[in-house]
């Protein structure tokens, strides 16, 4: 990520004391505010609708591949965490974005396929996370409707006006710089995660305590009770792909890691940052998806809380669905930083003499110490985006289907497929040695995950392009 830095100590010899080895403000990120970014990349409101997951696939293959992408995820990103510097993890050259890791380990083509699935993906997440939040917005409106009027009213309240509200204050946070100033956003959003997520787990428990029975097996929904045979097989598909993606963080790791102190080494702060989020992560996602599965059984919401599984307590509904928002908010920065980073780097490196470009202007704003620097440029193009990202989910309601497609077509690529290259390549690994071809093992079958996801995710987006009404209120 480019971060507009001062070079005072390269060019004058100032005490290294303030800066880092390339010249830049000495980095102060720590272990907690790497997991804390971790955290919020990971656990997102989807943990809620593993129970639907784990419906589709059942008790054993369920948790099984939980498990399994668990630690496939942890495995790949210790591999990336090496790659921040080149030649060496310790002492080589920093890279301050996922293209430049893979520029300075591959280079070529890879470059430009690794960009291609980087930022796309981000775009994608920021318009999914704007559609997500305003669903749990609404939620909120419906919880009290239904409190107030009975389950039986359909309570329909249109989106839009929520995701406007989720876009204004999405312009306001965007000019927060860069990821260095993003911790405490990041703190409060994996705090309001954890809320959501043990609510959620609290009333699934208090659902299986309060008895009422509900059809659960070993392989999941029944072909001719629950599904039909062809949707047995696509909702599997969908439901592997949706774990698989629930895990990937890969696309801003990278950058989470050019916000660490130097001391102790970045890749071994990285990977003890990876292994708790990851952990935290994985004890959250088979509580919530097992709990869930039993309190709701084949027939689990792909929702609980923001598609009503619960009704009562309708004050702790509306404050996990508050809680989900405000934690998407956070999410949506972690996100849109890398590719905000990316652009005004491209275009200060292109236009380096253009004022309205590169010149940061201090203004004194009140009940804030000190100024505040201000970047026209970033002020125009950062807004611009946010308002675009919100109108295309205002247009296509139905983007997480969609999201599931760009998530299938960018996993393999960024979490699997760049680190186990650059790994053998950075370690210059002969081929068709042993470590070479469980490597290779893994990265196809990963390959394969994403191939049979991406098909049932095409499946899901043609039903609901069937279906679409463009004026539909939830």
């Given amino acids: 990520m480019y971060i507009a830095q001062p070079m005072e100590s390269l060019e004058t010899g100032h005490s290294s004391k303030s800066f880092d080895d390339d010249g830049r403000v000495k980095r102060t990120g720590t272990m907690l505010t790497a997991s804390a970014h971790i955290i919020t990349a990971v656990i997102g409101s989807g943990v809620l609708s593993l ?3 784990i419906a589709q696939l059942g008790w054993v293959a369920g948790p099984a591949v939980l498990l399994a992408f668990s630690f496939i995820t942890y495995f790949t990103s210790t591999l990336l965490a090496d790659s921040y510097r080149c030649p060496g993890p310790v002492h080589g050259t ?18 430009q396929l690794c960009g291609l699935a980087q930022y796309g993906n981000l775009v994608g997440v920021t318009i999914g996370y704007t559609i997500t939040a305003s669903i749990s917005m609404v939620a909120v409106k419906r919880s009290n409707c239904f409190h107030k009027n009975g389950h039986h009213v359909k309570c329909s309240i249109s989106n839009y006006p929520f995701m406007a509200i989720f876009a204004g204050i999405q312009i306001i946070l965007s000019q927060i710089p860069n990821f260095h100033e993003l911790s405490w956003l990041s703190i409060v959003a994996a705090v309001m995660s954890f809320a959501y997520s043990s609510i959620g787990l609290g009333l699934s428990i208090a659902k299986v305590a309060g008895g009422g029975h509900v059809r659960t097996s070993l392989t999941g929904t029944t072909v001719g009770v629950d599904v039909s045979g062809p949707d047995k097989v696509w909702r599997s598909f969908q439901a592997i792909g949706d774990i698989a993606f629930a895990y990937a963080y890969s696309t801003v790791l990278i950058e989470i890691q050019d916000t660490l102190k130097s001391q102790p080494a970045e890749n071994k702060v990285m990977k003890k940052a990876s292994f708790v989020g990851v952990t935290t992560t994985t004890i959250f996602y088979v509580l919530c998806g097992c709990v869930g599965y039993a309190a709701f059984g084949n027939n689990a919401p792909g929702n609980f809380l923001t598609g009503f599984g619960f009704y009562e307590p309708f004050w702790l509904i509306d404050f996990a669905n508050v809680c989900i928002a405000v934690h998407l908010i956070g999410a949506y920065q972690v996100f849109a930083q890398p590719l905000f980073g990316f652009v005004e780097s491209h275009y200060s490196q292109k236009y380096p003499d253009n004022k309205f470009i590169t010149t940061e202007h201090a ?3 009140p009940l804030l110490c000190g100024s505040y620097n201000i970047n026209f440029f970033r002020l125009v193009w950062r807004t611009a985006y946010v308002v675009v990202t ?10 997480n289907d969609f999201l599931g497609l760009i998530g299938a077509a960018s996993f393999y690529p960024l979490t699997v497929y760049f680190p186990i290259e650059i790994y053998i390549a950075q370690n210059k690994i002969p081929k068709y ?4 071809m469980w490597l290779k093992i893994l990265s196809w079958a990963c390959l394969v995950v994403s191939v049979v996801a991406a098909a049932g995710s095409i499946q899901g987006l043609a039903q609901d392009v069937k279906t679409y009404k463009p004026f539909k209120t939830q």
């Fill in 390 to 399: 919100a109108l295309v989910a205002m247009i296509f309601p139905f983007f």
């Fill in 94 to 111: 920093r890279n301050y974005t996922y293209m430049g890791v893979v520029r300075s380990h591959l280079g070529g083509l890879k470059v």
């Fill in 363 to 365: 203004v004194n704003i």
């Fill in 51 to 53: 129970a639907w997951a």
């Fill in 433 to 436: 040695s042993f470590s070479w």
